[in-house]
Protein backbone atom coordinates (compact mmCIF):
# COMPACT_ATOMS: atom_id res chain seq x y z
CA UNK A 1 0.00 0.00 0.00
CA UNK A 2 1.55 3.27 -1.04
CA UNK A 3 0.98 5.74 1.59
CA UNK A 4 2.25 9.40 1.11
CA UNK A 5 3.12 10.97 4.85
CA UNK A 6 3.93 14.37 5.45
CA UNK A 7 5.91 16.50 8.08
CA UNK A 8 5.82 20.33 8.73
CA UNK A 9 8.32 22.35 9.94
CA UNK A 10 7.91 26.14 11.46
CA UNK A 11 8.09 28.60 13.66
CA UNK A 12 4.62 29.52 15.59
CA UNK A 13 4.26 32.75 16.88
CA UNK A 14 3.62 33.04 20.71
CA UNK A 15 0.03 33.92 21.46
CA UNK A 16 -1.23 34.60 17.49
CA UNK A 17 -3.39 31.52 16.19
CA UNK A 18 -4.44 33.76 13.18
CA UNK A 19 -1.09 33.95 12.37
CA UNK A 20 -0.17 30.48 12.68
CA UNK A 21 -2.98 29.01 11.23
CA UNK A 22 -2.44 31.39 7.96
CA UNK A 23 1.28 29.74 7.94
CA UNK A 24 -0.02 26.44 8.25
CA UNK A 25 -2.66 27.05 5.19
CA UNK A 26 0.53 28.87 3.09
CA UNK A 27 2.44 25.30 4.01
CA UNK A 28 -0.73 23.21 3.31
CA UNK A 29 -1.15 24.72 -0.42
CA UNK A 30 -1.02 22.38 -3.15
CA UNK A 31 0.06 19.53 -0.81
CA UNK A 32 -1.32 16.06 -1.69
CA UNK A 33 -0.46 13.73 1.19
CA UNK A 34 -2.83 11.24 3.24
CA UNK A 35 -1.12 12.12 6.50
CA UNK A 36 0.05 15.17 8.02
CA UNK A 37 1.51 15.88 11.27
CA UNK A 38 2.67 19.20 12.52
CA UNK A 39 4.48 20.60 15.99
CA UNK A 40 3.46 20.31 19.53
CA UNK A 41 1.30 23.47 20.32
CA UNK A 42 1.70 24.71 16.57
CA UNK A 43 -1.58 26.76 16.93
CA UNK A 44 -0.15 29.08 20.33
CA UNK A 45 3.68 28.94 20.28
CA UNK A 46 4.78 27.11 23.86
CA UNK A 47 7.16 29.41 26.44
CA UNK A 48 3.89 30.81 28.23
CA UNK A 49 4.60 32.94 31.21
CA UNK A 50 1.15 32.55 32.59
CA UNK A 51 -1.66 30.96 33.01
CA UNK A 52 -4.08 33.56 31.65
CA UNK A 53 -1.84 33.22 28.49
CA UNK A 54 -2.24 29.64 28.28
CA UNK A 55 -6.09 30.04 28.77
CA UNK A 56 -6.08 32.98 26.22
CA UNK A 57 -4.34 30.57 23.65
CA UNK A 58 -6.54 27.12 24.59
CA UNK A 59 -9.04 26.15 23.12
CA UNK A 60 -12.38 23.05 23.78
CA UNK A 61 -12.28 20.12 21.92
CA UNK A 62 -14.19 19.88 19.50
CA UNK A 63 -15.10 23.00 18.40
CA UNK A 64 -12.43 25.52 18.56
CA UNK A 65 -11.22 27.83 15.98
CA UNK A 66 -8.10 25.91 15.11
CA UNK A 67 -10.36 22.38 15.21
CA UNK A 68 -12.56 23.96 12.40
CA UNK A 69 -9.49 25.04 10.66
CA UNK A 70 -7.86 21.62 10.32
CA UNK A 71 -11.58 19.59 9.63
CA UNK A 72 -11.82 21.87 6.55
CA UNK A 73 -8.23 21.45 5.91
CA UNK A 74 -8.67 17.79 6.19
CA UNK A 75 -11.58 17.69 4.15
CA UNK A 76 -10.11 20.26 1.74
CA UNK A 77 -6.66 18.24 0.84
CA UNK A 78 -8.58 14.99 1.55
CA UNK A 79 -5.87 14.26 4.28
CA UNK A 80 -5.34 13.18 7.88
CA UNK A 81 -4.08 15.76 9.48
CA UNK A 82 -2.46 15.45 12.97
CA UNK A 83 -1.56 19.02 15.25
CA UNK A 84 -0.47 19.92 18.74
CA UNK A 85 -2.66 22.43 20.93
CA UNK A 86 -3.52 24.12 24.23
CA UNK A 87 -6.93 22.28 24.89
CA UNK A 88 -8.92 23.98 27.78
CA UNK A 89 -11.57 21.69 29.27
CA UNK A 90 -13.21 23.33 31.98
CA UNK A 91 -11.21 25.01 34.10
CA UNK A 92 -8.16 22.10 33.13
CA UNK A 93 -5.37 22.61 30.63
CA UNK A 94 -3.74 19.76 28.52
CA UNK A 95 -1.04 20.18 26.09
CA UNK A 96 -2.94 17.80 23.59
CA UNK A 97 -2.76 16.78 20.16
CA UNK A 98 -5.85 15.89 17.74
CA UNK A 99 -6.03 13.98 14.87
CA UNK A 100 -8.75 14.97 12.36
CA UNK A 101 -9.58 12.72 9.14
CA UNK A 102 -11.35 13.54 6.25
CA UNK A 103 -14.05 11.82 6.76
CA UNK A 104 -15.21 14.06 9.90
CA UNK A 105 -13.53 11.47 12.52
CA UNK A 106 -11.67 13.49 15.35
CA UNK A 107 -9.24 12.09 18.02
CA UNK A 108 -7.81 13.20 20.83
CA UNK A 109 -4.40 12.41 22.84
CA UNK A 110 -2.98 14.53 26.22
CA UNK A 111 0.42 14.78 26.61
CA UNK A 112 0.97 12.30 29.38
CA UNK A 113 4.58 13.25 30.42
CA UNK A 114 4.97 16.78 30.68
CA UNK A 115 8.04 18.37 30.46
CA UNK A 116 9.60 20.98 32.73
CA UNK A 117 7.59 24.30 32.58
CA UNK A 118 4.73 23.04 31.21
CA UNK A 119 3.76 21.51 34.82
CA UNK A 120 3.27 24.65 36.14
CA UNK A 121 0.63 25.54 32.90
CA UNK A 122 -1.01 22.40 31.93
CA UNK A 123 -2.36 18.95 34.06
CA UNK A 124 -1.04 15.58 33.04
CA UNK A 125 -2.76 14.05 30.34
CA UNK A 126 -5.44 11.50 31.40
CA UNK A 127 -6.71 9.95 28.13
CA UNK A 128 -3.64 7.01 28.22
CA UNK A 129 -1.87 6.08 24.92
CA UNK A 130 -3.85 5.02 22.04
CA UNK A 131 -4.30 3.82 18.67
CA UNK A 132 -6.51 5.45 15.85
CA UNK A 133 -7.36 5.34 12.69
CA UNK A 134 -6.31 7.32 10.17
CA UNK A 135 -7.25 7.73 6.32
CA UNK A 136 -7.33 4.47 4.47
CA UNK A 137 -7.54 2.71 7.98
CA UNK A 138 -3.84 3.20 8.83
CA UNK A 139 -3.50 2.85 12.69
CA UNK A 140 -1.64 5.60 14.37
CA UNK A 141 -0.43 6.26 17.49
CA UNK A 142 -0.13 10.20 19.11
CA UNK A 143 2.92 11.16 21.70
CA UNK A 144 3.92 14.26 22.15
CA UNK A 145 7.20 15.48 22.50
CA UNK A 146 9.07 14.69 25.94
CA UNK A 147 6.94 11.11 26.21
CA UNK A 148 10.15 9.92 23.37
CA UNK A 149 11.76 9.85 27.27
CA UNK A 150 9.64 6.90 28.27
CA UNK A 151 10.09 3.72 25.78
CA UNK A 152 7.38 2.64 27.52
CA UNK A 153 5.01 5.02 25.74
CA UNK A 154 6.22 4.07 21.70
CA UNK A 155 5.88 0.09 22.94
CA UNK A 156 2.90 0.82 24.55
CA UNK A 157 1.22 2.31 21.19
CA UNK A 158 2.55 -0.12 19.24
CA UNK A 159 1.56 -3.46 21.29
CA UNK A 160 -1.67 -1.61 20.86
CA UNK A 161 -0.76 -2.08 16.79
CA UNK A 162 0.14 1.51 15.98
CA UNK A 163 1.55 1.02 12.56
CA UNK A 164 2.47 5.27 12.91
CA UNK A 165 3.42 7.16 15.68
CA UNK A 166 2.53 10.52 14.77
CA UNK A 167 4.63 12.33 17.64
CA UNK A 168 3.93 16.21 17.50
CA UNK A 169 7.14 18.10 19.39
CA UNK A 170 8.83 21.29 20.52
CA UNK A 171 12.22 20.17 21.11
CA UNK A 172 15.12 21.27 22.85
CA UNK A 173 16.98 18.87 24.33
CA UNK A 174 19.64 17.18 21.83
CA UNK A 175 18.56 13.55 22.16
CA UNK A 176 15.19 12.69 20.83
CA UNK A 177 15.85 12.73 16.91
CA UNK A 178 18.47 10.06 17.50
CA UNK A 179 16.48 8.04 20.02
CA UNK A 180 13.72 8.13 18.16
CA UNK A 181 15.31 5.81 14.84
CA UNK A 182 15.85 2.96 18.16
CA UNK A 183 11.86 3.31 19.06
CA UNK A 184 10.95 2.68 15.25
CA UNK A 185 13.66 0.31 15.29
CA UNK A 186 12.83 -1.99 18.58
CA UNK A 187 8.81 -1.54 17.82
CA UNK A 188 9.06 -2.28 13.80
CA UNK A 189 7.27 0.90 13.61
CA UNK A 190 7.36 4.31 11.40
CA UNK A 191 7.87 7.57 13.34
CA UNK A 192 6.96 10.76 12.36
CA UNK A 193 8.38 13.60 14.61
CA UNK A 194 7.33 16.97 13.90
CA UNK A 195 9.51 19.89 15.68
CA UNK A 196 9.65 23.77 15.59
CA UNK A 197 12.59 25.77 14.81
CA UNK A 198 13.03 29.40 15.87
CA UNK A 199 13.74 30.69 19.70
CA UNK A 200 10.79 32.46 21.88
CA UNK A 201 10.84 33.73 25.58
CA UNK A 202 12.34 36.47 27.30
CA UNK A 203 16.08 36.62 28.83
CA UNK A 204 16.08 33.28 31.37
CA UNK A 205 13.51 31.75 30.16
CA UNK A 206 14.17 31.79 26.13
CA UNK A 207 14.36 28.38 24.59
CA UNK A 208 16.08 27.15 21.29
CA UNK A 209 14.17 24.62 19.39
CA UNK A 210 15.98 21.77 17.41
CA UNK A 211 14.24 21.32 13.95
CA UNK A 212 15.18 18.35 12.36
CA UNK A 213 11.66 17.11 11.95
CA UNK A 214 11.90 13.75 10.56
CA UNK A 215 10.21 10.66 9.13
CA UNK A 216 11.54 7.27 10.31
CA UNK A 217 11.13 3.68 9.31
CA UNK A 218 10.50 0.51 10.44
CA UNK A 219 14.75 -0.53 10.68
CA UNK A 220 15.17 2.77 12.03
CA UNK A 221 15.97 4.42 8.32
CA UNK A 222 15.79 8.04 8.01
CA UNK A 223 13.02 8.43 5.23
CA UNK A 224 13.31 12.25 5.47
CA UNK A 225 15.31 14.53 8.01
CA UNK A 226 15.08 18.45 7.70
CA UNK A 227 17.81 20.74 8.71
CA UNK A 228 17.80 22.37 11.87
CA UNK A 229 16.72 25.69 10.92
CA UNK A 230 14.57 25.21 7.35
CA UNK A 231 11.08 25.28 7.50
CA UNK A 232 8.20 24.24 5.29
CA UNK A 233 7.26 20.37 4.00
CA UNK A 234 8.61 17.55 3.80
CA UNK A 235 6.87 14.08 2.26
CA UNK A 236 7.57 10.84 1.58
CA UNK A 237 6.02 7.55 0.46
CA UNK A 238 5.63 4.77 3.13
CA UNK A 239 3.98 1.14 2.73
CA UNK A 240 2.01 0.97 6.36
CA UNK A 241 1.64 -2.52 6.29
CA UNK A 242 5.29 -2.91 6.59
CA UNK A 243 4.74 -1.96 10.44
CA UNK A 244 2.97 -5.04 10.80
CA UNK A 245 5.86 -7.23 9.90
CA UNK A 246 8.08 -7.96 13.19
CA UNK A 247 10.63 -10.25 12.14
CA UNK A 248 13.90 -9.74 12.78
CA UNK A 249 15.44 -13.05 11.99
CA UNK A 250 13.64 -16.09 10.73
CA UNK A 251 13.95 -17.61 14.33
CA UNK A 252 13.49 -14.15 15.97
CA UNK A 253 10.06 -11.57 16.28
CA UNK A 254 10.28 -8.31 18.28
CA UNK A 255 7.09 -8.99 19.84
CA UNK A 256 6.86 -12.40 20.16
CA UNK A 257 10.18 -12.70 21.78
CA UNK A 258 9.40 -11.10 24.11
CA UNK A 259 9.62 -12.31 27.79
CA UNK A 260 7.33 -10.04 29.91
CA UNK A 261 7.09 -12.30 32.75
CA UNK A 262 10.64 -11.28 33.68
CA UNK A 263 10.19 -7.13 32.63
CA UNK A 264 8.96 -4.94 35.56
CA UNK A 265 6.69 -2.29 33.72
C1 LIG B 1 8.95 18.97 25.17
O1 LIG B 1 8.33 18.01 25.63
N1 LIG B 1 8.30 19.96 24.59
C2 LIG B 1 10.39 19.03 25.23
Request: some cysteine; overall charge negative; glycine content about 8%.
Amino acid sequence: MAYRVSVLQFAPRLLDTRSNLKRLEELFSGLETDLAVLPELCTSGYVFQSQSEVESASEAFPGGPAFEFFCALAWERQCSIVYGFAERSSDVFYNSCALVNPDGSQHLYRKTHLFNREKLFFAPGNTGLQVFEAKGGVKVGLMVCFDWQFPEAARTLALKGAQVICHPSNLVLPWCQQAMLTRSLENRVFSITANRVGSEGPAGLSLNFTGMSQIIGTKGEILVRMTETETGVRTCEINPENALDKTVTPLNDAFGDRRPEFYEL
